[in-house]
């Protein structure tokens, strides 16, 4: 059997592939954020660690993942359960579009955190 | 395949509770992400920092201990059902199947417990 690169197969092995993804940050999020248990110091330890710049770009590279996989996810919804689509092309792209708002909405704050050193410098870029 | 039947990917009703799962995470991760990274207040948008205290104080309430584990049983049923739908169409030897589900199901009850004690019975030190 021979796969072709049309745009349904391309999003869903993007869908998979971004869920096994969400996946493996979900199992190292549980262990981290289990950190609580062993109190403040211990906890926002861990948190200084992860708030270095390499981490920032990945937790922005994380949000792009996130947000492919619920904008599929939508339009697997919209097909399946909405009714079905006319153009599936114009919905795959009407999701991604919502999708990339959401992301620029979400990462332009954590990529002044990463550079800026602190949130607090964001408010005055932002105001 | 009759030999995939038992350990397969749950057929109809495991597609479904995909689809719902998915549908009720969306609002959930959305809300998660919100309300964990940033604040919305003077001076304007930002990214958060996450804190010891900041954690505590919210869950401190109850109700939000209620909400933190429903969204670590919802997403620990999807993520770890997609992994097993992937597993289940890519590998094909009946005891690697089985190995491998043991390994998502022993993963997934693990994760289940470490969530639920970092959560369930969280006071603020």
Redesign the interface.
Known sequence: MRYRWHLGYVAWLLN?IT??A??GY??LH??V??H??K??EA??QV?DFL?QPLFKLG?IGL?GI?LYH?AN??R??FI??GGGARNQKRLFWWVMAAGVVLFIF?AY??L??AFEG???Q?????? | MSTDRGLGSGGLMGWFFQ?LT??L??PA??AH?WVT???LG????????????A??ERLSNPFWKLIDLGF?AL??FH??R??WN?LDESVHRPWFRIALFSVVVV?GAA?AV??T??ILP?RA?
């Open positions: 998979r869920g096994i969400i996946t979900l199992v549980i262990w954020i289990h609580l248990t109190g403040p906890f926002n948190m708030q937790e949000l996130v619920a996810g939508v697997l919804l399946e359960w979400g704050p954590i002044f955190s602190g949130s607090h964001l408010g005055e870029v932002m105001r | 689809r998915g549908l995470l969306i991760v959305l992400v990274h940033y604040v003077d001076p304007g948008f930002q990214a958060n920092e996450i804190s010891y205290q954690v505590a670590l997403v620990l993520g770890l997609g992994v992937w993963l994760l470490l969530g004690v970092t969280f030190s």
